[in-house]
């Protein structure tokens, strides 16, 4: 339904556009409906609303007429710097921008300042960075003296060229202050409505005076082509949405999902100022919609689908071709390489995803198909990693990759499957690659029975130690080999590694004596606390001191973070965890002091904002209306991994034994095991920087 009313509240926008000559619409209020809803419905900002109904700052009741301003009629200023041409016989480059270069990459390439890019190319302020863009490289310091030169000319007339900045999501003040190379004070004495909050989308005067005219107040009576002329805004006005708000969260993981701080939030919500409360509905930033089941996906599900991937055309996921060696890792971790061309391949292959649909049970059960997505976890699950793997299909088919796929019902329950029968008809065994099941015992089973056929089984979603079958790979890092791996990172580093473990954490404490040696131990009191003496005593002055905290006790988790805090007066102190810590979560903790350590912990998925992780996110947006999951990632990455490795001109074996990959969020560094089948050790090291962003250390 909510496609449906989406789509005619789009007819309903354009209709307007096209019988209607005057500069506004009336449009009556619904039940329900707020200011920011029935601007994103008309495409204008509240803004344009507020100008030619200034009641409607108050609130609008149903049945409410307000005045829309036509899509054209829009008032809005946009001002932009001065462009400062580089000088005809300076020596410019041109520079093509490459996957994942940024900003710093290109001027630490070209020994250039952050302003001389800008200024020889002012659409960076604008647009940012986009792979293709050509750039011109100026001269060293050419920029900056032209850039200086038209200082001097604007000052000269008594004026100072006017600047702003759109905030992004995840800048802060402090960032946007040395970006432009002014105080946090001097910003929001500028823009004192920032003061409070920082919102996604705000544009910051950062020079000079924004251009605007005077105007005096308008009623609801007042004219349409008199209210225009004082509306006009150099400030870009943010769109909102409602958030109802899920067990358990707090305004830790809120503030992670939306970007906010806690004083923000409550800021847009005033009700929260009595806590987060579950059901409540909160008023937060477009563009930050959380993971929902793929609904739109239930349907066209058929038991048995066969789909050879160059038969019909149908639109691609938008994945860019790529076509290089990433080299940014590590010493420790191997070459990642990007496979994104067909090397060497002209066999078709073929890829089986065996997915429990249960369609059988799902059809024999009376209750609707709503109500099913809604309650059943593990159908959203399959349906979420579903819709992932079909926009892998499609990247497949505009990449032109010789591949067929055919997708199965795998009817699975933890103990019970169909695979006997599939394979009985022959389904399998001429697979290149079998994707599933996703019960560790269904996909042991499958490799077991596919073993002398040498086919391949990927498990895609289980973290249970598998047993040693040679045709079996576990594209879930286990839990050994995700803290192996955090402490192999800080070992990398030459790191003193100190561990703060409280006396309940047994496994925690046995798994580091017998896995970690020379890890020492932070001492504890009689009560069971931290010695915080102690621990100082153990960290060293001229080495990166690592201190692992695994504890539930908030006592000891407030006195740890301290004493860390403390220690950094005299010394380099990094926090790290080895697993989620629901006690972080909560709002006794500051997430502030987290920031200031630095706080690190192995994870097995990143949140990337490179350009093939944006294209992707925003093709997946655009075809199923929300943001991919981690199970909708998951499906793609897996999914897309397989196919690329199959037309490698090597099989999957052998390119599993040769080639760590990276996709959208995953990474696929699989190893041959001691007993026998391969585990991805592929993991990140995740950090958040003090520019509060969430970073990969490896």
């Not at 001027?107 to 050509?134: C, M, R």
């Not at 795998?410 to 499957?417: H, R």
């Not at 996909?443 to 596919?450: D, Q, V, W």
Request: glycine share 4%.
């Amino acid at each position: 339904m909510k496609y449906y009313s989406t789509l005619l509240c789009l007819v309903f926008f354009v209709t307007c556009s096209a019988f209607s000559q005057e500069k506004v619409v009336k449009y009556t209020v619904s039940g329900g409906e707020t200011i920011n809803q029935i601007a994103l419905k008309f495409k204008i900002t509240p803004y344009d609303i507020y100008a030619l109904n200034p009641d409607a700052r108050n609130g609008v009741k149903p049945n409410t007429v307000l005045l829309i301003p036509a899509a054209g009629g829009k008032t809005a200023v946009k001002s932009e710097t001065a462009t400062v041409k580089t000088p005809a016989n300076s020596k410019e480059i041109i520079h093509e921008v490459q996957a994942k270069e940024t900003f710093w990459s290109i001027e630490h390439k070209y020994g250039i300042s952050d302003e001389d890019l800008k200024t020889a190319n002012p659409f960076l302020e604008k647009d940012g960075v986009v792979v293709g863009q050509k750039l011109v490289i100026p001269a060293k310091g050419s920029a900056s003296k032209a850039a200086a030169a038209s200082t001097k000319s604007v000052k000269s007339t008594g004026q100072e060229k006017y600047v702003y900045h759109d905030v992004l999501p995840k800048e802060t003040k402090f960032g946007i202050a040395k970006q432009y190379d002014i105080s946090v004070a001097e910003l929001e004495k500028r823009n004192p409505e920032i003061v409070e909050s920082l919102p996604v989308g705000y544009r910051l005067t950062i020079k000079g005076t924004a251009p605007k005219t005077e105007a005096a107040p308008i009623t609801n009576a007042a004219k349409p082509a008199e209210a225009k002329k004082g509306t006009e805004t150099s400030k870009k006005a943010v769109s909102y949405m409602e958030y109802q708000v899920k067990p358990k969260e707090t305004f830790y993981s809120l503030g992670r999902t939306f970007h906010l701080s806690q004083e923000e939030l409550t800021a847009l919500n005033p009700s929260l100022s009595e806590g987060v409360k579950e059901g409540m509905v909160l008023k937060v930033p477009t563009g930050y919609l959380a993971p929902q089941p793929i609904i739109a996906q239930a349907q066209p599900i058929e038991k048995t689908v066969e789909k050879p991937i160059e038969k019909t055309p149908e639109t691609p996921s938008g994945i860019k071709i790529v076509d290089k060696v990433k080299s940014e890792t590590v010493s420790a971790d191997p070459e990642i390489v990007e496979l994104t061309k067909k090397r060497g391949q002209t066999d078709r292959q073929k890829v089986v995803l065996l997915l429990p649909f249960n369609l059988a049970k799902l059809q024999s059960d009376t209750t609707s198909m709503a109500t099913k997505i809604k309650n059943d976890k593990f159908l959203n699950m399959t349906l979420d990693f579903y819709s992932g793997a079909m926009m892998a299909i499609d990247s497949a088919k505009t990449l032109k990759l010789p591949i067929d796929v055919a997708i199965y019902d795998s009817q699975e329950t933890k103990t019970s499957s169909n695979i006997s029968s599939l394979i009985a008809q022959n389904k399998l065994q001429n697979a290149n690659a079998v994707i599933g099941p996703f019960y560790q015992n269904n996909a042991e089973s499958t490799a077991n029975m596919l073993r002398a056929d040498n086919v391949p089984v990927i498990s895609p979603l289980s973290k249970d130690a598998a047993n040693p079958i040679d045709n079996l790979y576990q594209a879930i890092p286990s839990n050994d080999v995700i803290r192996n791996s955090v402490f192999d990172y800080m070992r990398a580093k030459n790191g003193n590694i100190v561990a703060v473990v409280d006396k309940k954490k047994e496994s925690v404490i046995n798994y580091i004596k017998q896995n970690q040696k020379g890890v020492v131990f932070a001492a504890l009191t009689e009560t069971g606390g931290l010695d915080v003496a102690n621990l100082k005593s153990l960290l060293l002055p001229n080495r990166m001191n690592y201190v692992v905290m695994e504890t539930g006790n908030t006592a000891m988790v407030k006195t740890t973070i301290k004493a860390l805090l403390d220690s950094q007066k005299t010394c380099q102190v990094q926090l790290v965890i080895l697993e989620p810590n629901s006690t972080l979560d909560t709002d006794e903790i500051s997430f502030d002091n987290l920031i200031k350590l630095k706080l690190m912990y192995p994870s097995i998925t990143r949140e990337s904002d490179e350009a093939g992780a944006l294209i992707f996110k925003k093709a997946y947006r655009l075809k199923n209306k929300v943001n991919p999951s981690t199970y909708a990632t998951k499906g793609f990455d897996v999914t897309f991994d397989t196919m690329m490795r199959l037309v490698q001109g090597k099989t999957y074996q052998e390119t599993a034994d040769l080639m760590t990959t990276e996709q959208v969020d995953n990474k696929f560094q699989y190893y041959k095991k001691e007993d026998g089948g391969h585990a991805n050790k592929g993991v990140y090291i995740l950090y958040y920087d003090t520019d509060l962003t969430l970073k990969a250390a490896n």
